[in-house]
DNA sequence: TAACCCATGTAATATGTTACATGATTTT
DNA sequence: AAAATCATGTAACATATTACATGGGTTA
C-alpha cells in the first residue's frame, strides 16, 4: 500500500530533480547531484547521500526510468522522466498553495527576533549582510536567459527587504521611546 | 566527544525555537511548538515530535534550563535560555554568511524551471499565485509591531518579484522569438 | 457529559548530512 | 606518475514527519 504506482506528491528537492532531468534530457544521478552542489542555494548539499537514494525511489514510483550505458568504460546510469514524471512533476509545479508559502529564508527568520539583539551589534549584522547581498555572489552561469534574471531579481529583493526594514527600525527606535 | 558542553552551531530551527523563548520568557516546549505550528510559514510544521526533541537537546546542551511546575494540577515543564544560551543563539543570529544565503522559496523554485511550462498553465499558476499573495493570507498577529511590518514588506516583495518575472518572460517569448 | 484544548511524549518511518569506499578516466 | 574529476554507492548518524497514546482541565 503507501504508494500502488506513482501516489503522494512531490517533495521540493524531488520537483527540482525532476524539472532537471526535463530541462537537460537524459542524465546520470551525478549531473543532478552536481547541479545541485554548485546552485548558489547552499540550502540543498547536493549531497551523493540524499540524491542516488532520491533518483531510486523516483524510478521505483515510475517517474523516471534509467539505463545502464558502458559505452566508455565508466558504469554510468542515464535517468530520463517517463510521461508520468511529466505529469507529476507540472502538478508539483503548478501548485500556487505551496509556491505561496514563504518557504524558508534565514535573514527573515532573524530579523523576526531582531529586537532582542543589541543595537550595535544588530547594525553591524545588518551593513554586512547588506554588503553580501550587495556582492550578489555565486550568480549561477547558465544559457538559459531566465536564470541569471531570476537570481538578480531575488537578490534585489531581499537586499531591499532588508534595507526597508532596518529604515523602520531606524524611524522606531526600540526602548526609551516616548510612545 | 562531539559536544563537550554547548559545542556546534544551532541549526534555523534550534534559533528560533531559542529566540521564541528568549522573547516570551520562560515558556512550556508546548507554547514553542504552537508557535511554529501556527505561524504563517507552512515550512516548519510544528510537530510535537520535533519540538519536544529538539528542547531536549537544547537543556541536555546547557543552553535552555527546564523547571517542572505543577501548581496546577497538570504537568507542565517550563524551559528558559541560560547565558550560554543567550550567547549561542547571539552567534547564530549575527551570522551574516547564512542571514545571505537564499534559503528555500517554493516559488523561487518554479519559476526557475517555468520554460518547461506550457504557457497557458504557466499564465494561470502566475495569476493564482499572485492572487494568493496578494490577499495576504495568514498575516501574524502580535504585540510586537515589527513582526507583522516583517510579513507585509515580504509578502509585497515576492508579489513584485514575481510581476516582475513575468512581465520579463512576456517580454522574450519563449520559442519561436525571431531573434 | 461530550467535545475540545492544554500538555506531555513515543513509535515507525522518511529523508537528509557527513564521511567513507571504490574504481575508471582525464588532466597536470 | 600524481592529482583531480567523473561516477557510483553505502554506513552511521541526525533530524523531521505523521500518527498514536495518555491524561488533566475547560467549555458547550
Redesign the pocket.
Known amino acids: 500500500m ?1 504508494q500502488g504506482v506513482s501516489r503522494q506528491r512531490l ?1 521540493e ?1 524531488e520537483g527540482a530533480a525532476l524539472g532537471h532531468v526535463l530541462r537537460a534530457g537524459a542524465c ?4 543532478i ?2 547541479t545541485f552542489r554548485t546552485s548558489p542555494a547552499r540550502f ?2 547536493g ?4 540524491v ?3 533518483v531510486r ?1 523516483l524510478v521505483a514510483r515510475g517517474l523516471l526510468v534509467a539505463k545502464p550505458d558502458k559505452r ?6 542515464f535517468v530520463s522522466a517517463t510521461p508520468a514524471g511529466r505529469t507529476a512533476w507540472l502538478a508539483w509545479l503548478v501548485d500556487a498553495d505551496r509556491a505561496a508559502d514563504f518557504g524558508f529564508d534565514p535573514l527573515r527568520t532573524r530579523l523576526f527576533y531582531s529586537e532582542l539583539v543589541p543595537p550595535r551589534r544588530l547594525r553591524a549584522f545588518l551593513a554586512e549582510t547588506a554588503g553580501i547581498l550587495a556582492a550578489g555572489t555565486r550568480a549561477p552561469q547558465s544559457e538559459l536567459p531566465h536564470v541569471p534574471v531570476l537570481h538578480a531579481v531575488w537578490a534585489r529583493l531581499r537586499a531591499s527587504a532588508l534595507a526597508e526594514f532596518a529604515e523602520t527600525m531606524d524611524k522606531k527606535p526600540r526602548r526609551r521611546g516616548r510612545g
Do not use: V
Open positions: 503507501r517533495t528537492l546520470t544521478p551525478y549531473a547531484k552536481e540543498w548539499s549531497s551523493a547521500g540524499a542516488y537514494p532520491l525511489r566508455d568504460g565508466r558504469a554510468r546510469r
